[in-house]
């Protein structure tokens, strides 16, 4: 099939292996961790403040990540993502074991995690055109997206059952081994990895991180994007991440394998439309079908705050998965085809800064929301922001030339 050719390619075989065992633990750890916040403390707003320390360190290092990917070798970075994040996941883990773990571990962890992830975030995206031949970087970002929805698939229900079965610190030591799996494929790369350029012993980390921030406020459609997602990251995400586990058992009145179930149903979507755009070599119009896909995406979500039955939000989860599978790959393709390649690490940790700024207060907020005015409504309202925010960015020419 044309979309898994640049598997052919093994540095980008090994990359893509070692992230998608990764991609698998987390998945699992997610829907592990969610369910033990929620019987340990039944607050959404201890569910949202997790997912704010995880995201904290990412908007403060973030661009620091970017400079730092420029100039050493990517491969060794993400190693050292890598290893460091088993070894936080296996402490938790041995708490857990233990009886002793605390909500407060928990926030530490999340802190940890998010520190490591400022690093390996833009390091992973600049390493893909790095290993990959050009004209097989439409598949590898297929792939690339595909590993991570097969594994949003697989994680969550597996994850459900470990939970179901074996216990919360049984799937967190999963979790946990992907990591250090996931460093053993990337140590060929590091053996024949080389600095992306030698910086320049004048210039200091200061000035190519304001000369990447010049690059991207030259181009309408990049900033602009940044900074219209930055709100829709908020928008969109903030009811999944944080108010969907309490719809699941405050409104459906169903349990973890519901929760699993219907996020498993997400990655579904998210699968199909990988794989039908990783056949394309081109695709025309992308600015007007990406910001569509958004509008479509914030509509999904509102029909799910009706909240009729398990069946009926997992297929509504199909459909956002596919959306947002849409805006993700164009997005994706579009950075790599206009950006410099030396300039790749400190855009995407722009990008990624642009995604993450709001998010640790967005994610705090609808924590505080899913508490105070229900699940149902928060749903609501990230949808019809969703909505609004799209349409602003369709009303933009350069968005709409875009192709």
């Given at each position: ?68 990917v ?60 790095e ?8 598949s ?59 910086p ?5 980390a200061a ?70 755009l ?92 899913t ?13 019809g922001?969703t ?17």
């Amino acid at each position: 099939m044309r979309t898994f050719r640049a598997l052919r390619c093994r540095p980008f075989a090994l990359l893509w292996t070692g992230q998608t065992i990764s991609r698998l633990g987390d998945a699992l750890y997610r829907i592990a961790l969610s369910w033990w916040v929620l019987e340990k403390t039944g607050s959404g707003a201890a569910m949202g403040m997790v997912l704010f320390f995880s995201l904290l360190p990412m908007v403060l290092f973030l661009l620091v990540g970017g400079v730092v990917v420029d100039r050493l070798p990517r491969a060794r970075v993400m190693l050292a993502s890598d290893a460091a994040s088993g070894l936080v996941v296996a402490f938790v883990s041995a708490l857990a074991f233990a009886g002793r773990l605390e909500v407060w571990h928990v926030y530490v962890a999340s802190l940890l995690f998010g520190l490591v992830e400022a690093f390996f975030y833009p390091a992973y995206a600049a390493m893909v055109p790095e290993v990959t031949p050009p004209d097989l970087l439409p598949s590898a970002n297929s792939l690339t997206s595909l590993s991570f929805r097969v594994t949003g698939v697989l994680g969550p229900a597996l994850g459900a059952v470990i939970v179901a079965r074996g216990g919360t610190p049984l799937a967190f030591a999963c979790d946990g081994a992907s990591f250090f799996l996931s460093a053993a494929f990337l140590l060929p790369l590091v053996r024949v990895a080389t600095r992306p350029r030698a910086p320049e012993s004048h210039v200091s980390a200061a000035a190519e991180l304001a000369e990447g921030l010049r690059y991207v406020t030259s181009s309408t459609w990049l900033w602009l994007t940044i900074a219209l997602f930055a709100l829709v990251n908020v928008t969109a995400f903030g009811p999944t991440a944080v108010a969907l586990p309490f719809l699941v058992k405050q409104n459906l009145g169903a349990g973890v394998q519901a929760l699993g179930w219907i996020t498993s149903m997400g990655s579904v979507g998210s699968i199909l439309m990988a794989l039908y755009l990783g056949r394309w070599t081109r695709l025309r119009l992308r600015g007007m079908l990406g910001y569509f896909s958004t509008v479509i995406q914030g509509l999904v979500l509102m029909l799910a705050g009706l909240a009729f039955s398990v069946p009926w939000v997992a297929a509504l989860a199909v459909v956002n998965g596919a959306m947002v599978t849409v805006f993700g790959l164009i997005w994706t393709n579009l950075i790599q085809e206009f950006v410099p390649r030396e300039m790749l690490g400190r855009v995407s940790s722009i990008d990624a800064l642009g995604s993450y700024v709001f998010l640790p207060l967005g994610y705090a907020a609808a924590g505080w929301l899913t508490d105070a005015i229900g699940p149902p409504a928060v749903f609501y309202l990230g949808g019809g922001l969703t909505v609004a925010i799209a349409l602003i960015g369709l009303a933009v020419p350069a968005i709409r030339r875009l192709d």
